[in-house]
């Protein structure tokens, strides 16, 4: 019984972004916008009577209430009645905003692959190193782009600091848009020298989790597998 | 004589596989189309010859021709006979995708790699982690691109909330077509947020196979290269 | 009182940098330009009298002069000094450039994250092979940059060997802007196989760091996480 | 005064470097080809002398001469020499890379870094397993690049099933010039699962070569910095 009313869950939560996505894609017919409204619906009082039975069931409603599942269960439920009580108000921007709160529904999903794993051990263990790197590609990221600005200038697209930071971020990323891209010899020779040094240490945090997950690992090699996937419901 | 017939087929799957991506490129003179679609006759009744081979000489010809290899088998000779069949009907798309279903020849080669090696087993044990990972950066994709849809709008190319996710998986994976990109500056905040966060992340799916790989290498090895690329035909 | 100290320290860092930032931006009211310029001033005078508290606290004055934090804590106080004594003279490049000198305040924040790590340590030990490698890396640059000037030439973008060479190193670390993209069948065959061993290759130096923090950390596992953050003023 | 000579050499090989990627730029003035065309003859005269002098000093010149080094040696001083002779020649291509052969000088440079090293030992060892990997890499592009083919068509640039292959093998290594990018949903969909699949293997190669290196690393932990960059003149 209780193992049906997961299985309905996750495949309403699932149908729910879907809808959620749909709905933003222009060059439907009249008639599909329709049903994707009368499903939110459906979807969304499912949802409430999931939140209801939660409160009423749990030993501590205010726990429940005022923890992380407890409010994403509150955000798949009430922007479709706020957005209810706001039609035909101004305030568009806000309802679409609000609106499109119930995305966070994909977070429900959470609940059925399990956090005590060692997957996120090992990343929360390593996260202090982490963030001393990523802290260091920011500092980086901040000197290239003054330099990258100062070098390439407006015309190349580097038009002001934070793009030219922005425009560092994407090369040491390695994600390279190309929307914006050197084109003096000097800032393709300074953009050259980012990329191999971003190259260089991709490799850290890389090392630093790994060596953290084979300790982890090395640890409990019994306990791996067993406990990863769990379901907490 | 087993040895001649193996050197023989592999040459024959890269042949046929090349004809079929040359088939494809526009340009060539007549005469070049023709000797492919000869060449692609001789390699089909070759294969076919290979398939009813094997079907004669195992043991159980149901469980050959329901298996991996039996059905590429099959997909390697079929395509031709049918489109031949229907050439001149109007289902071109249909004939189109059949004819390029050739393609999967290539699957045959996989034959002489070997599937029981430590690589693939490394990537079986961590199939599991892998997972919960990719689903990870999908449900990030999703809650990212739902943001990135609001704050950058139909004007920068984020048409809609899929667009908007396709964006994000093509920046979380660091490939960065830069066919869409921010132009805001808010939408470059974020994305650049999303791209360090990403390049963050990009080191736990490393270090999971990493640490599983150096386990199973440690484990056994005296076993580990002479089992490796072994042919089993 | 030396904790209080700090943090205001670290704030009027990152507000500096904010500052020098957001003074390149286009398109503010002349209003905030001024208030910019007023916060500026007032960060600088702060900077300048924590340079010469230094000066006069510490033992030798000579040695943190000279020291790496001696000349960024100079750096930061001494370009709006000069740019006020330079305005109105014509050098203005030469000015900009010495006002964006103010941004390497940044480093200044680095006081504070500690360099005594083991992750800067294990950065350490392996950089003579990261060095190696990037050296490859170069060498490999220059001559398939090259091979690609001479098969695409000057029509798609690849105007002379240093131009194809920052497209080599731009798709070797799988950046990719895609300013300059191979056109012709050859060029990019040749693209293709330098992309696949570049997949490969980017193995190299992150096995390298790993199995360097690794080693490290399994040497002084209990003095891992004490010493990893701290502060030495 | 071996030593003065290496560090000649070293210097001449670099600036002989610079000289052959110079000389393809354009808009320098007359003046600058006239002296990079004398720089190019006192170096060649050079490297023809270090060719000759090496002949006669080695034990068996013939084993020099056929040898990695001997041949580098010889590409370093012949193009000069025949681009003089086919001068005013038509085969104009031809001789264009011939000159451009001279960048291969960059190799001699290799003879300082030392091979017997472990790096290339732990790349050497994870060869078989690396070409395995890179060869599923190569099939995954030619089936996905067939099926990209098919959905996106010659519309959004995937004109043929090689140039498709092309673009799998730029999105799968992350490099993503956007030159050819999927413009349909059905193509942005299947390109989302390549890239998913991309960034969830490219753990492979990287966690071969971690383990290997590890695995190398700890088997000889004395002789690991001394052999490392060792001079082999």
Redesign the interface.
Known sequence: MGKLFDVILLILIVVS?IF???????GFSENTYKWLYYGEWIITIFFSLEYIARIITVKKPSTYIFSFYGIIDLLSTIPLYLSFIFVGSNALLAV??LR?LR??R??K??RY?GEA?K?SK??KDSR???L????F???SS??AG?IM??IEGEESGF?????S??WC???????????I?P?T?QG??I??II??L???I??????????????K??GKPNQD?PD??HVNT
Chains 1, 2, 3, 4 share one sequence.
């Open positions: 972004v959620v996505m749909l709905e933003s894609v222009k679409r905003a499109l995305v966070f994909i977070l999903i959470t692959i794993n997957l090992a990343l202090a190193k982490i001393v790197f990523l802290f590609v920011l500092i901040i000197i003054t600005y100062l038009v002001s600091i934070p793009v930071v922005y971020i994407v090369t040491l990323t390695t994600v390279g848009f190309g929307d891209a084109v010899p393709q020779f953009a050259a990329m191999i971003g190259y260089g991709i490799a850290v945090p890389t090392g630093i989790v790994s060596a953290e997950y084979a300790k690992m090395n597998d990863y996937v």
